[in-house]
């Protein structure tokens, strides 16, 4: 019997692609790939700031860590085998040939079809190969199967035709729905919530970002558990000392799920403890900015609508920027000035998506309060995607859980190179506090820059002060950190008259005329 106790890792396990002898490389999800061999081979151009090939170069593109996350590929053609698990936490999601099912309850047939063309990007970002795809017109989806009868009938010959390994429903599925349709069809079954944690755990970098994933990837697992045969629900009482058990382990009697769920449950303590202390980091930076006044600008919007682009574009940062769902995880932050001389930061985050698992949005808090606590929220949105409209909603929905939906609010409307223009013009009209740009051709960045620093806030405490010019480090600082409405020198000093914190103007006041 294996002795699991001795290696515990939900998340590894995850990750985890077969064939791999290091137990290393199962944990570094540096050491993973996104779709890009799959983009390639349907036509798809992979990555949306590619360099320029004009200049030679992109500055949207973070070209070190893109290359970092592309030195290993997942290797196609291997199988995924349904077989007796004994080791439950280890069940590995190795999506390569998939197979996509939706079921349609509201909306257009445009809708749904979005719908799933969105559920193949992201079975692509995940490193798999999409075989067919098939979606179902009903009041709810089925209690048992989430497809009918006559549909799980019809999902069994296609993946017995085409060799598909895997099935990947468009919603999350009960654990009872997961096993029926699992024995239904014969071959592994993920659903979206799974899908989209996949995704997450090979593209978390920071310590952080890997703790967050773990703590969804569990939280999600927890209820989960489950096995073929008889392994799950055997007792382990007495002396199990030998087998594994250990101290915690003896007594009446402990099922092995149960076990497992024990040690779950603990594993999500731990996490939780280690999270919290990497909030308190996170606040004491955000205190700082607050003490000194710093206004904050939070970049969000829905996966890949070109958030990471638009930052580079608009700082320099040099952040990753590929063309794939959720890309980036590890929020970045970075210091700018106005035109005018005024200092304040500005944030990429997480991307959202339709539905985004509630795991995911408890386990990254954390990092999306960084959104709820700006000044103002940089709205991004694709303008070339089939329905821009409904990305504003989800993001607004994810806003609204975060209670970020009172935040200021600029909408941009990004790639307007390969949008339709009478798209843009709806968008334009449909949000009146908008601005259309292409961070990948410099196009409205201009403008974009100019709307962000007007709905900056403004220092509250007016001032005329005369200062002497052995303090130019107070002129320095009004530059910064306050407004200058004007500005004289003098015989007797630099005469000034403006806006200033609180702060600033408690040390002006002894200058003051």
């Known amino acids: 019997m294996t002795n699991h106790a001795e290696d515990f890792s939900l998340a590894a396990a995850l990750r985890a692609t077969e064939g791999w002898d290091d137990p290393d490389d199962l944990t570094d999800p540096t050491d ?34 893109l290359v970092e996350r592309h030195e290993l590929r997942r290797v196609a053609g291997l199988r995924t085998e349904l077989e007796d698990i004994t080791e439950v936490e280890y ?9 996509l099912v939706g079921v349609w309850t509201e909306g257009t047939v445009a809708d749904v079809e979005n719908a799933m063309a969105e559920l193949a990007l992201l079975a692509e970002t995940a490193g798999s190969e999409v075989l ?33 390994d895997t ?5 999350e599925l009960a654990p009872s729905q997961l096993r029926n349709l699992e024995d239904k069809v014969k071959v592994k079954v993920v659903d979206r919530t799974a899908l989209i944690l996949d995704i997450f755990a090979q593209h978390a970098k920071s310590k952080e970002g890997q703790a967050q994933v773990e703590l969804a990837q569990l939280s999600y697992m927890k209820q989960r558990l489950r096995g073929w045969g008889g392994n799950l629900s055997r007792q382990a ?47 004491t930076k955000r205190q700082e900015r607050r003490r000194n006044e710093i206004p904050s600008v939070a970049i969000a919007g829905y996966t890949n609508a070109g958030k990471s682009s638009l930052l580079n574009r608009l700082t320099g940062a040099g952040v990753l920027v590929e063309d794939a769902l959720f890309a980036t995880l590890d929020p970045t932050t970075r210091r700018t000035t106005t035109g005018d001389g005024r200092v304040y930061t500005m944030s990429d985050t997480v991307g959202f998506v339709r539905h985004l698992p509630h795991q995911l949005v408890e386990a990254f808090r954390s990092t999306l309060e960084e959104v709820a606590d700006a000044d103002l929220i940089v709205h991004v949105v694709d303008g070339s995607h089939p329905d821009p409209e409904g990305q504003l909603s989800a993001v607004r929905e994810v806003l609204a859980d975060i209670e970020a939906g009172q935040v200021p609010e600029l909408v941009i409307i990004n790639k307007v190179d390969a949008a339709d223009p ?33 709905d900056l806030p ?10 002497p010019y052995a303090r130019g480090d107070l002129i320095d600082r009004i530059h910064k950190d306050g407004e200058i409405g004007s500005l004289e020198h003098t015989a007797d000093g630099t005469r000034v008259t403006g806006r200033a914190t609180e702060a600033l103007a408690g040390e002006l006041a002894v200058y003051a005329v």
């Open 458 to 467: 403004r220092p509250q405490v007016e001032f005329t002060a005369l200062v």
């Open 91 to 99: 069940r590995q999601l190795r999506l390569e040939r998939v197979v």
């Open 32 to 65: 993973l790939t996104d779709a890009d061999d799959a983009a390639e081979d349907d036509g798809w151009e992979s990555g949306y700031a590619d360099a320029d090939p004009e200049d030679g170069d992109d500055p949207t593109t973070g070209d070190l860590d």
């Open 167 to 171: 099935v990947i429903c468009d919603g």
């Open 422 to 454: 009478l798209v843009v013009d709806r968008l334009l009209r449909r949000e009146p506090h908008s601005v259309a740009v292409s961070a990948r051709t410099g196009e409205g960045i201009a403008a974009a820059i100019a709307a962000i620093e007007a």
């Open 132 to 164: 067919d795809a098939i979606y179902q017109r009903r009041q709810s989806p089925d209690p048992a199967t989430y497809i009918g009868r006559g549909k799980v009938e019809g999902l069994r010959e296609i993946v017995q035709a085409t060799g598909a």
């Open 237 to 283: 009482g007495g002396r199990v000392g030998a087998d594994g058990g250990g101290i915690g382990g003896r007594g009446p009697g402990e099922t092995k799920i149960e076990t497992d769920r024990r040690r779950i449950n603990d594993k999500i303590a731990k996490l939780r403890r280690e999270l919290k202390a990497m909030k308190g980091t996170r606040d």
